[in-house]
């Protein structure tokens, strides 16, 4: 959301007083009219800006999010077709255009407007709003887990709901009946009274015509015959027989390739440049010196530092060139910033704790510490981490003629589109931007820098450019996951659990609840306290859920340890008041096993976190092999309110885990002399699939608003696992990775029995 947070928006004054200031003048109609020509092809009727129909009654999905592996394309045409009574093996999907007309609106209802109650009357005035607000905002992102909970609820399932009444006007009107009694299903229009019936595609101009509604009648679960099913995900198929196009396979007439090395030093620039040997290495074309760019990164407004590129007849001379510039670097004085100087600034501002800022402050936590027996105490870390996407940065430019047309795989198509032609000096529509599959994106493909650098590039040559970064500049020019300490204290009463619970952590991003523990505790506070950073921050899966899944569920268990309580009854104790969450915890527990006997050397961990709108506890099982560390297994219970479609559902936990269990384990990313210092996968370490666990999945369907599948299963994995390696060795370790301070197995791991 940028600078644009929840806090921020109501504070503005766009909500005050109970009231929504919004006016009629505002109010959508249909916003299809006026982007046929970009978005239907031939045969086809854009009859909502979401859904268009063939001239074989093909229905189309038009989707506003990227696809990146996450299957939320899929979902979201499931959502859009149950609503619209469609033909599911009539239907397909397409990525929406960076057009205004695709601005992420319903982020409004669902995120800044959350749980709002708004009257049908003012729906379409307030998404009116939404449109403008997310228009200036160059809001079309793929990310924070919004895809089916926010665009899914909001966006798809009223556009199939709306299309379909639509349908049933236009046909009633045609056969001269009650819209009352014209039904519909796979596809098809059916006036029993008569025995009439039709295709939608025969009603489709008619319908098209028309202005949709914005607060249609939705179906009830107990109806759903698409949404909750297992269906096939459409990005599977061709990427398994090759024909899925990610950015790297773009290949365009004229085109030549470069690559790219930015200053190392963060705030650093050029020094001096010496181009001629580079220049002499058999294929170069061109040696270009790229000014800072300025863009809007996740954290305020963002300037990157001075770079360089080579281009050249292909990628592997472009790099030999790149090797080969005599360049030096100036770090504007930051040389000698280090991970320990950074870490150092940030405890003593843990410590001063000047211009703490509360986040959640009840009960009277002072009278409680100051008379209370037992107080625990700890300090907790994590460092900072990259995205380490499989597909590296890239991005194919062709910019001639006052115009660009890029390719290019990203999370916020029309964000970018506006960036380019700000760095280029064109006017928006001069800009043509083709969104491709991502390999991977976890957030750092949500800003434009190296999209921005292609440009520039290929308007210096004059041709067709494809910038491919190179592994190492991946790794080092990254936006990245904050590093951080957080420090707690907990007073436990005579009963054992927590009378009052005390945390400050240094830094705050997004979401703001992050840090929030569901758990039963009269009195609280929790805070954090500013502080700059001189590396450059991003978005990273499941954003500030990361970190604090990893402090506070830990903390937890410490408090567990000091009672001498069980872990999981120790929770579950604490939420007898949130039956959702105890439902969550309980689940997880049976499936594990959890108080079943293990031999000797293994042992349980269990961590429960709410977050994007789903709770989700993980089990993990571990076992101590000659002093390593074996994972056995994963078994994770999710609470979604309904999995739209359990098995992407499920393949999204597993990646989370998969991704949450790489961080907790190996990833660290450090700072020595101003520059990163990791470069490869050799130095910043992936869970191999040799040491990678059976992952067990369980869904429970509890009817709650849907909730996120990309970002939840991440924030419990890293501190299951470190609560499992206390149980089995005695050792609490309060900083990750968890590789520096107790050695893991590399090879397969064994089936637990």
Excluded at 28 to 54: C, F, Q
Excluded at 289 to 294: G, T
Excluded at 406 to 424: E, H, M, S, T, Y
Aim: proline share 6%; aromatic share 8%; charged share 20%.
């Amino acid at each position: 959301m940028g600078k644009w947070t929840r806090r921020a928006f109501l504070s503005a004054g766009v909500i005050t007083g109970g009231g929504i200031l919004v006016g009629v003048a505002i109010r959508p109609g249909n916003l299809a009219h006026g982007i046929e020509d970009e978005v239907a092809g031939e045969g086809e009727t854009l009859v909502h800006a979401y859904v268009k129909i063939d001239a074989d009654n093909v229905i189309t999905a038009i989707v506003p999010h990227s696809e990146m592996g996450q299957g939320a394309q899929t979902a979201l045409a499931q959502m859009l077709a149950e609503e619209l009574d469609a033909d599911w093996s009539k239907v397909k999907v397409e990525e929406a255009p960076p057009l205004p007309e695709y601005t992420h609106y319903t982020i409004g209802r669902g995120y800044l407007l959350a749980g709002a109650n708004l009257p049908d009357i003012v729906v379409p005035s307030v998404d009116g709003l939404m449109m403008r607000l997310a228009d200036s905002m160059d809001l079309q992102v793929t990310g924070g887990s919004m895809s089916v909970r926010v665009t899914g609820t909001y966006g798809m399932r009223v556009a199939g709901a709306a299309t379909r009444e639509m349908l049933r006007k236009a046909a009633a009107k045609a056969w001269g009946v009650d819209k009352d009694d014209v039904r519909t299903e796979n596809s098809m229009l059916f006036h029993d009274a008569s025995a009439q019936s039709a295709t939608y595609l025969e009603f489709a101009e008619a319908a098209a015509a028309m202005k949709p509604s914005y607060v249609p009648e939705l179906k009830e679960a107990k109806d759903f015959k698409i949404m909750g099913q297992p269906m096939q995900r459409f990005d599977i198929p061709p990427k398994v027989d090759g024909t899925a196009q990610f950015a790297l396979d773009v290949r365009v007439p004229n085109m030549v390739y470069a690559t790219v090395q930015r200053s190392p030093i963060f705030g650093g620039q050029i020094g001096s440049l010496d181009d001629t040997a580079a220049r002499a290495v058999k294929g170069v074309l061109d040696v270009v010196r790229l000014p800072s760019i300025a863009h809007e990164a996740f954290i305020g407004d963002f300037a990157s530092d001075e770079s360089v590129a080579v281009v050249a007849e292909g990628y592997w001379q472009a790099s030999r060139g790149l090797r080969s510039l005599d360049v030096t670097w100036d770090g504007n004085g930051n040389e000698t910033v280090s991970s320990a100087s950074i870490r150092a600034r940030q405890n003593q501002e843990l410590e001063e704790a000047v211009d703490r800022k509360a986040d959640v402050d009840t009960g009277d936590t002072d009278d409680i510490f100051a008379s209370a027996e037992t107080v625990i105490n700890a300090d907790y870390s994590v460092p900072y981490l990259a995205h380490s996407c499989m597909e590296p940065l890239n991005a194919t430019a062709d910019v001639r003629d006052g115009t660009c047309e890029i390719w290019v795989g990203c999370q916020n198509p029309l964000g970018f589109k506006r960036a380019i032609a700000l760095a280029l000096g064109l006017n928006e529509e001069d800009v043509t931007l083709h969104n491709l599959f991502m390999g991977g994106g976890f957030g750092r493909k949500s800003n434009a820098d190296w999209a921005i650098q292609a440009a520039l590039i290929s308007r210096s040559v004059g041709r067709p450019v494809q910038l491919i970064w190179s592994r190492e500049e991946d790794m080092r020019q990254d936006f990245y996951r904050p590093g951080l300490p957080s420090r707690f204290r907990a007073a436990l009463g005579p009963d054992g659990f927590p009378a009052a619970w005390e945390n400050t952590y240094v830094g705050k991003m997004e979401p703001v609840e992050a840090p929030v523990v569901p758990y039963a505790i009269g009195a609280k506070n929790i805070g954090h306290v500013p502080s700059e950073s001189f590396v450059p921050l991003g978005a990273w899966r499941s954003v500030d859920e990361s970190q604090h899944g990893f402090f506070t569920e830990c903390f937890i268990d410490e408090c567990a340890v000091a009672a001498g309580a069980d872990p999981f009854a120790y929770r579950a104790a604490l939420l007898k008041d949130k039956p959702r969450h105890l439902a969550v915890l309980e689940r997880a527990a049976k499936e594990a096993g959890w108080g079943q006997p293990l031999g000797k050397g293994r042992a349980r961990g269990i961590a429960l976190k709410e977050s994007f709108g789903s709770i989700v506890a993980e089990v993990a099982e571990i076992s101590m092999v000659n002093g390593e560390v074996v994972i056995d297994r994963i078994v994770v219970a999710a609470d979604p309110g309904l999995a739209v479609n359990p098995d992407g559902f499920a393949a999204q936990m597993e990646s989370g885990v998969i991704y949450g269990l790489t961080a907790a384990i190996y990833g660290e990313i450090t700072v020595e002399n101003g520059a990163v210092v990791q470069s490869n996968f050799h130095d910043y370490q992936a869970l191999r699939m040799s040491a990678s666990p059976p992952i067990e999945t369980h869904i429970i369907n509890s009817g709650h608003k849907p909730g996120g599948a990309g970002e939840p299963g991440t924030p419990p994995a890293a501190p299951a696992l470190a609560n499992a390696i206390f149980a089995a060795t005695g050792k609490r370790i309060r900083e990750l990775p968890l590789h520096n301070h107790i050695p893991f197995s590399t090879g397969f791991t064994r089936a637990a029995s």
